[in-house]
């Protein structure tokens, strides 16, 4: 193994590489990691997700699935940099963990399998580092299974993904015979023997030479399509020097205006030092990503409390600089043997052992007891942290994930990561009744650590109802308090969460809400429009809610108006179907009247919730369903037999295509109707099948509508 290439770091921000490893299940997220760990000497022996050995699959659930589910991060020293990787899940279920985590990654290296390219929840993530405005490089692993093929996996990132790809090397070798890459911009050869761990560094390959220089060529040209300065220099010298060329991959790759690919084989040790060696080279250092921006607060009491006076309310930017105040996000909360963890990443000032910090949004101070550099399930314990850090710290009591920590003198708030919907629930209780607050308890830490689970407790059958974004989802966090607290639970069978919307809106209701018992009275009275709001994609297919008022001369005054919004919201907690939210409707307030003396904010708000009821209950409604797109991967001679139970599940086909004797089938199928549905695959296919499914939005539900 070389050493050479990794010395301690004690270099300046510009040295610190915060990444995330983003892929489907199963491309080698977390192989990638073990082997960056153990090439950059963090480790000494290589773990193996097959054997239960690796360092950031450390949850027994993780071990004997052998898939990640919670978001790990580590740290290790590459060529003088400091790299703090967080080893993201691959499973659609756990997409929440990857949002928090992409909330504060400066880069992010996305793996792909090299036989099956880009697959449906690889699409997702990078869609979700899409939004983020995170720089990523792409990794082709596999390279040395049967069916591997560079061009392919490349050409579906183009395709599928809708971004440049900027190949920079060339395998050595295909399938079992793959042995190192070409570096394209060196014109190097790199290639690993069985049984050393390092590559040896030569000459290109005879056989190899006149297809790297195509390659090259090829590089240099869609990288002078993007770049205006490697432009000019090829047009005067018709070709890029190395220098120009690496300054340009970087600078694209800063703008996302391409993805640098490379490649290799993580189970075989093949590609990792080049990969490290891109990521300190394309990838952006905390100085090179936009300063944070967050909302200050003001020094009165009470929840969130916006500052007064000039500038109260603006939005304010803190740089990467440790002598800035302190700002910092949670964003992921875990509860150990050891006392309760808070994961932040630190955007500005220093945090030292023993400070005080202000919770703000909160409105509460915390100590820092300790601060904890994180290998995964184990910590070492620093003095101090400074801008641009991933630490974690022992010592707040209340911040959950999202919350931002700050210098007490200068509180400002950041943005949280968006918490997800969730979708399916269970009903769980405690088997015996002398447990049940000790479930209750357990709950409101598994909520704690995971924003993406919701509990409450239904109205009509006084059940506790555990909501979150999957089967597997749930059945891992009651799985968490079985073998944590030794709880005895049981479990419903899952429900989805239905949704209602306008089919057909009503014109010109009219509501007045007049209540006289003694003293002030109340008196509203408000007309309504209701109709549907058309999709606009959000994140749960369609919008939500809008508001508008067409009211003149004053009859309703403006403080009101907000007042009858604020009621109409309050209103689509429960549609008239089933008591389901409600969603993709328009209301528009077009008259009303008032009271010189019995009008009031509250009156008007509740006219707005009993009208809007009202308009509901008149007009024609429709009742949604969640979906996901399935894909499966099956053998050819049982795709009939999937075709057909899709077709049962009320699945729509759109696509069918060959992949090396095998099919793969994407659906859209109802959510609701694909509980069980692992079983009935594997039954069908003789155990060969697999399948993935990712949400893809809500969609009418077939009348009568399901019960509650």
């Given at each position: 193994m070389?050493?050479?290439?990794?010395?301690?770091?004690?270099?300046?921000?510009?040295?610190?590489?915060n990444?995330?490893?983003?892929?489907?299940?199963d491309?080698?997220?977390?192989?990638?990691?073990?082997?960056?760990?153990?090439l950059?000497?963090s480790?000494h022996r290589?773990?193996?997700?097959?054997?239960g050995?690796t360092?950031?699959?450390?949850?027994?659930q993780?071990?004997?699935?052998g898939?990640?589910?919670?978001?790990?991060?580590?740290?290790c020293?590459?060529?003088?940099?400091?790299?703090n990787?967080?080893?993201?899940?691959?499973?659609?279920?756990?997409?929440?963990e990857v949002?928090?985590?992409?909330r504060?990654?400066?880069?992010a290296?996305?793996v792909?399998?090299?036989v099956?390219g880009?697959?449906?929840q690889s699409?997702?993530?990078?869609?979700?580092?899409?939004?983020h405005?995170?720089?990523r490089?792409?990794?082709?692993?596999k390279?040395?299974?049967?069916g591997?093929?560079?061009?392919?996996?490349?050409?579906s990132?183009?395709?599928?993904?809708?971004t440049?790809p900027?190949v920079?090397?060339?395998?050595?070798?295909?399938?079992?015979?793959?042995t190192g890459v070409?570096?394209?911009?060196?014109?190097?050869?790199?290639?690993?023997?069985?049984?050393h761990e390092?590559?040896?560094?030569?000459?290109?390959?005879?056989?190899?030479?006149?297809?790297?220089r195509?390659?090259?060529?090829?590089?240099?040209?869609?990288?002078?399509?993007?770049?205006?300065a490697?432009?000019?220099?090829?047009?005067r010298?018709?070709?890029?020097s190395?220098?120009?060329?690496?300054?340009?991959?970087?600078?694209l790759?800063?703008?996302g205006e391409?993805v640098?690919?490379?490649?290799?084989?993580?189970?075989?040790n093949r590609?990792?030092?080049?990969?490290l060696?891109?990521a300190?080279?394309?990838l952006?250092?905390?100085?090179?990503?936009?300063?944070?921006r967050?909302?200050?607060?003001g020094?009165?009491g009470?929840?969130?409390?916006v500052?007064?006076?000039?500038?109260?309310?603006?939005v304010?930017e803190r740089?990467?600089?440790?002598?800035?105040?302190?700002?910092?996000?949670?964003?992921?909360?875990?509860?150990?043997?050891t006392?309760?963890?808070?994961?932040?990443?630190?955007?500005?000032?220093t945090?030292?052992?023993?400070d005080?910090?202000?919770?703000?949004?909160a409105?509460?101070t915390?100590?820092?007891?300790?601060?904890l550099?994180?290998q995964?399930?184990?910590h070492?314990?620093?003095?101090?942290?400074?801008?641009?850090?991933?630490?974690?710290?022992?010592g707040?009591?209340?911040?959950?994930?999202?919350?931002?920590?700050c210098?007490?003198?200068?509180?400002?708030?950041?943005?949280?990561p968006?918490?997800?919907?969730?979708?399916?629930?269970v009903?769980?209780?405690?088997?015996?009744?002398t447990?049940?607050?000790?479930?209750?308890?357990?709950?409101a830490?598994l909520?704690?650590?995971?924003?993406?689970?919701t509990?409450?407790t239904?109205r009509e059958?006084?059940?506790t109802?555990l909501?979150?974004?999957?089967?597997?989802?749930?059945?891992?966090a009651?799985?968490?308090?079985?073998?944590?607290?030794?709880?005895?639970?049981?479990v419903?069978?899952?429900?989805v969460?239905y949704?209602?919307?306008?089919?057909?809106?009503v014109?010109g209701?009219?509501?007045?809400?007049?209540?006289?018992?003694?003293g002030a009275?109340?008196?509203a009275h408000?007309?309504?429009?209701?109709e549907?709001l058309?999709a606009?994609?959000?994140?749960?297919g369609?919008p939500d809610?809008e508001?508008r008022s067409?009211?003149?001369?004053g009859r309703?005054?403006?403080e009101?108006v907000?007042?009858?919004?604020?009621?109409?919201?309050?209103?689509?907690?429960?549609?008239p179907?089933?008591?389901?939210?409600?969603?993709?409707?328009?209301?528009?307030l077009?008259?009303?009247?008032?009271h010189?003396k019995?009008?009031?904010?509250?009156?008007?708000?509740?006219?707005?919730?009993?009208?809007?009821?009202?308009?509901l209950?008149?007009?024609?409604?429709?009742?949604?369903?969640?979906v996901?797109?399935v894909?499966?991967?099956?053998?050819?001679d049982?795709?009939?037999g999937v075709?057909?139970?899709?077709?049962?599940?009320?699945?729509?086909?759109?696509?069918?295509?060959?992949r090396a004797?095998s099919?793969?089938?994407?659906?859209t199928?109802?959510?609701?109707?694909?509980?069980?549905?692992?079983?009935?695959?594997?039954?069908r296919?003789?155990g060969?099948g697999?399948?993935?499914?990712?949400?893809?939005?809500?969609?009418?539900?077939?009348?009568p509508?399901?019960?509650r």
């Open positions: 070389r050493t050479d290439r990794h010395p301690q770091s004690t270099s300046p921000l510009t040295a610190v590489r990444l995330g490893i983003l892929a489907h299940v491309a080698g997220k977390t192989t990638v990691t073990e082997r960056i760990l153990y950059t000497g480790t290589r773990g193996e997700v097959h054997e050995t360092v950031t699959d450390f949850d027994p993780e071990r004997d699935r898939i990640t589910i919670f978001a790990a991060a580590v740290s020293d590459w060529a003088g940099h400091r790299v990787l967080i080893d993201t899940p691959g499973h659609v279920d756990f997409s929440d949002e928090r985590s992409l504060v990654l400066d880069g290296i996305a792909f399998d090299a099956a880009v697959e449906p699409e997702s993530v990078w869609r979700q580092a899409d939004r405005g995170v720089p490089i792409a990794f082709v692993n390279l040395d299974r049967a591997a093929d560079l061009d392919a996996a490349v050409a990132i183009r395709e599928r993904l809708h440049v900027l920079v090397q060339l395998p050595i070798g295909a399938e079992d015979g793959f070409v570096d394209l911009l060196r014109m190097r050869s790199l290639v690993w023997a069985d049984g390092a590559g040896v560094e030569g000459e290109v390959p005879d056989d190899l030479r006149e297809e790297a195509r390659r090259r060529r090829l590089l240099e040209e869609a990288v002078a399509e993007l770049h205006p490697a432009l000019e220099e090829f047009c010298r018709s070709e890029l190395t220098p120009t060329l690496a300054a340009a991959l970087r600078e790759t800063l703008t391409a640098v690919v490379l490649c290799g084989s993580a189970y075989r590609g990792i030092e080049p990969l060696d891109a300190v080279a394309y952006p250092a905390p100085p090179d990503v936009p300063a944070v967050g909302t200050p607060v020094p009165g009470g929840h969130g409390g500052a007064t006076g000039a500038g109260a309310g603006a304010q740089a990467a600089d440790p002598a800035a105040p302190l700002a910092a996000l949670v964003f992921k909360v875990s509860s150990t043997t006392g309760r963890l808070s994961y932040l990443r630190l955007y500005s000032g945090m030292r052992k023993g005080t910090v202000m919770d703000a949004g409105r509460r915390e100590r820092i007891a300790r601060i550099r994180v995964a399930d184990r070492a314990e620093v003095e101090q942290a400074v801008a641009g850090d991933i630490v974690a710290v022992v707040p009591k209340a911040a959950r994930a999202g919350a931002t920590l210098a007490p003198s200068a509180p400002l708030v950041l943005e949280p968006a918490a997800a919907e969730p979708v399916v629930s009903a769980v209780e405690a088997r015996r009744s447990d049940t607050e000790r479930l209750v308890s357990a709950l830490r909520v704690e650590e995971d924003p993406s689970l509990v409450r239904d059958t006084g059940q109802l909501s979150g974004m999957g089967e597997l989802h749930l059945e891992v009651v799985e968490k308090i079985r073998r944590a607290l030794g709880l005895e639970v049981t419903g069978r899952p429900q969460a949704r209602e919307t306008v089919a057909r809106g014109s209701l009219v509501y007045r809400h007049v209540k006289q018992d003694g009275g109340q008196f408000v007309v309504l429009d209701t549907p058309d606009t994609g959000d994140r749960a369609r809610f508001f067409t009211v003149v001369g309703v005054p403006q009101y907000r007042a009858v919004e604020a009621g109409c919201r309050d209103a689509l907690a429960e549609g179907l089933g008591g389901h939210p409600v969603t993709g409707v328009r209301v528009t077009t008259d009303g009247a008032t010189a019995d009008s009031s904010d509250l009156a008007f708000r509740t006219a707005g919730r009993l009208a809007l009821r009202a308009a209950r008149a007009g024609a409604m429709q009742l949604l369903e969640p996901v797109e894909t499966a991967t099956v053998p050819e049982a795709v009939g075709l057909g139970d899709l077709a049962a599940r009320r699945g729509r086909v759109s696509g069918s295509t060959a004797g099919a793969v089938v994407t659906a199928v109802p959510l609701a109707e694909l509980f069980g549905y692992a079983t009935r695959l594997r039954s296919t003789q060969r697999t399948f993935t499914a990712r949400p893809t939005g809500y969609a009418p539900a077939p009348a509508a399901p019960a």
